[in-house]
Every structure is written in structure tokens, then in C-alpha cells.
């Protein structure tokens, strides 16, 4: 698994390249050419932290969910279940549009989207919906979808359920062109059957490899076709040159924040949202913090300049040495302690691969929701961990 993480961003890291070689400087979000030595080197410093957590915990033996805690189990993943195919059922006439006449007209509510997603909807019958099919709980169900394959006999059904649940953001985002939701499910599967490639037997990796590439290959025809739709207009936009420059942006822009964002304000509102709301009262606005930002640095803010970047614009460089500190101890302490992955602490270990797969280009857990199923995810691993009685 730490091989497949490292691959990934071994093959993005290459789209820089690309860029360069291309000219595409300026154009799809890319900054000016930034480039320089100390930023590169820092670049690498912060993923080298993040792959050395991935490969201790790879590494540990998996051990399953305890006899008593399988009710527990099952009524997660009717939680899952149900809550994907509710956000699915109130967006099917959003998603029709977007799929049969309006996909040309759908990229700006991109934005309002995302926008929106920040505080939420006032549906409060959506709420644990919401939260549900907030990361990390479509890699989530992707990793229990794996388990049950290795370990467990349900119906076809469930695992039909899981599995949906898993790429339930990929099918909201087809509602506003987006194109990010499919990435993040691939990379997120990529490494989730890296981890299980070991539990499984030969003829269930073979049909799990039939499936991937009819998904993969569904997928990525829509993917394909939203990128034609959104760049190759006729103009100077170019489709293929667009996929390049937003798999390398995420070097250049890194190093443009680093470079042009040391005089920014603290603005911590994009990594604590909730925190924020709490505290100050005062709802974060997506549209605003970019506008707060672009005001103190002279380089787009608004772009794929990893978690690291953003960590970096909006907490300072202290409080991105401290965070970088922080995650390196916490795994220290892991790799001191851990002697197994448990069945409760995947519950940790689908939130850094999520925090993988997200963080490649920008801060994961922004928004009310993320913020909420971060928390339930944590309070999920004290659930399965202990056995309550009344």
C-alpha cells in the first residue's frame, strides 16, 4: 500500500513536468513558474512524513471485528447505505440535467456548490446524510466493501449497497460538472486494494480486477466527457493539456503559496470551519477567505496547492511546522505502541487515506459536515472498541 501511495504521487508529480514542458503557466489554475529548490525540498519533506505514516501502518497485521460487535457492524452499513441513496434520490433531477442538456451550463455551479457545501443545506431531515457522505465516509464504505470481500459472507445486495456508498460523491458531483470526486475514488481504491490485495483470494482479486475496469472504464468516459464539455470550447482551452496542468499544479502552486504567502493574515476558518462558528459566531464564507487571501498574496489562492499549502496560507508557517510536528509524533507513538491494526482503528486509518487521496491537491476536511463526520468517525472507533452494557 505505501508502494501504490508512493506511485500516485510519483505519476502526478511527473504532470509538473508536463507543464512545463507545455507552457502552461498561468493558464487552468496554474501559477507562474515558482519553482525553486527550498520550496521543492519542503514539498518532499511534508509528503515523506505523510508516506512514512501510510507504510507503519500498512504494515501492521489486520485483525477483525469482534463476534459481539457485529450488530454494530451491519447497522453501519444500513446507516450508509440508506443515507447515499437519500442524497442520491433529492439530487437525481440536478444529476439528469447536468447528464442530458445542461452539462454545458452546469461548471459555474461548481463553485456555488461548493460554496453552499461549506455551511449546508437547511434540510435538516439531510442532516446525517450529509454528514454520512462527507469524507472519509465513502472511503469508508470502500475499505468495509474490501473487508466484506475478504473476510465476510453477505448477500449481493449489501455489498452492491457498500459499494454505492463508496462513489456517492462521484455521483453528486456529475449535478455541477465537477471532476474531483473521481479521482478521489480511484486513488482511494487504488489504495484500499493495495492494503487488501494480501487478504484476498486469487479468484475474488480477478473478479474485483473485471470490476475496476468496467467502473474504471465508465468512469472514466464521463470524466472524459465533463472535461471536453468544461475546456475544449473552441477557444485556447485545450482538454488534454487541462488534465496535465491539474494533476502538476499541485508542485508549482505549493511552491507559489510558500514563496508569495508569508505576509498573509491568520485565517483559520478554512481548516476549523465549525471551531470558527463556534467560537466567532460567523459562518465561514469560502468566496470571502479567497478574497481575504488575494489581497495579501500575489498568486492564485483559490487552486490545488495540496493540504500542505493551504495549511500554510491560512495557519502560518508556525502552524504548519506544528502540524507536520504533531503528525509525526502521533505515528511515532503508533509505531512504538501498534502491534496490530484492529478492527476499531480503521476507523483512523480510512481518515489518512482519505487525507491521502484529498490532501494531493487541497485541504480535505473543509465544511460543517466533513467536520462533523471527522468527529463521528473518531467516536466510531471508541464504539466498536468497547462493549457497553446498561
Given at each position: 500500500?505505501?508502494l ?144 466484506m ?20 460523491q ?23 486494494y493495495?492494503?487488501?490485495?494480501q ?27 465533463i ?35 508569508g ?21 465561514f ?63 483512523l ?14 485541504w ?27
Amino acid at each position: 500500500m505505501d508502494l501504490a501511495a508512493t506511485s500516485i504521487l510519483m505519476i502526478i508529480s511527473f504532470c509538473a513536468i508536463l507543464i512545463d514542458e507545455h507552457e502552461l503557466y498561468g493558464e487552468y489554475g496554474v501559477n507562474n513558474d515558482y519553482l525553486t529548490v527550498p520550496t521543492v525540498l519542503l514539498f518532499c519533506a511534508q509528503w515523506t512524513i505523510v508516506l512514512w505514516s501510510i507504510h507503519i501502518l500498512c504494515r501492521l497485521p489486520l485483525r477483525q471485528n469482534a463476534p459481539i460487535k457485529m450488530p454494530m457492524l451491519y447497522t453501519l452499513f444500513v446507516l450508509l447505505i440508506v443515507s447515499s441513496f437519500a442524497m442520491i434520490a433529492v439530487s437525481l433531477e440536478d444529476i439528469r440535467d447536468a447528464m442530458i442538456m445542461d452539462i454545458a451550463d452546469v461548471s459555474d455551479a461548481h463553485y456555488y456548490k461548493l460554496e453552499e457545501g461549506i455551511s449546508g443545506d437547511k434540510n435538516y431531515l439531510l442532516f446525517i446524510p450529509n454528514i454520512l457522505v462527507s469524507a472519509p465516509f465513502p472511503t469508508l464504505a470502500l475499505f468495509l466493501w474490501f473487508y466484506m470481500k475478504a473476510f465476510m459472507d453477505c448477500s449481493i445486495f449489501l455489498r452492491a449497497g457498500i459499494l454505492i456508498a463508496s462513489v456517492v460523491q462521484t455521483i453528486l458531483a456529475i449535478a455541477m460538472a465537477g471532476r474531483a470526486a473521481f479521482i478521489f475514488w480511484a486513488f482511494d481504491f487504488f489504495l484500499v486494494y493495495s492494503y487488501f490485495y494480501q487478504y484476498l483470494q486469487k479468484n475474488t482479486r480477478w473478479w474485483i480486477n473485471i470490476t475496476a475496469a468496467v467502473i474504471g472504464g465508465l468512469a472514466g468516459a464521463l470524466f472524459i466527457a465533463i472535461t471536453m464539455v468544461r475546456f475544449d470550447t473552441g477557444s485556447n482551452s485545450n482538454a488534454l493539456d487541462s488534465l496535465f496542468a491539474y494533476a502538476g499544479q499541485h508542485i508549482n502552486n505549493f511552491c507559489a503559496v510558500v514563496t508569495e504567502g508569508g505576509d498573509t493574515p491568520f485565517l483559520p476558518g478554512r481548516i476549523f470551519p465549525l471551531l470558527t462558528k463556534l467560537f466567532t459566531g460567523q459562518t465561514f464564507d469560502l468566496y470571502e477567505h479567497y478574497n481575504e487571501l488575494t489581497h495579501s498574496v500575489d498568486a492564485l489562492v483559490n487552486v490545488f496547492d495540496t493540504f500542505g499549502g493551504e495549511l500554510y496560507l491560512d495557519i502560518g508557517l508556525f502552524g504548519y511546522i506544528f502540524f507536520f510536528i504533531a503528525l509525526f509524533l502521533v505515528f511515532l507513538i503508533i509505531k512504538n505502541r501498534w502491534k496490530e491494526l484492529a478492527f476499531h482503528h480503521i476507523f483512523l486509518f480510512v481518515i489518512l487515506v482519505a487525507f491521502f487521496t484529498r490532501g494531493l491537491f487541497a485541504w480535505p476536511f473543509t465544511g460543517h459536515y466533513t467536520t462533523l463526520a471527522l468527529l463521528l468517525s473518531v467516536s466510531f472507533c471508541y464504539f466498536f472498541k468497547y462493549i457497553f452494557k446498561i
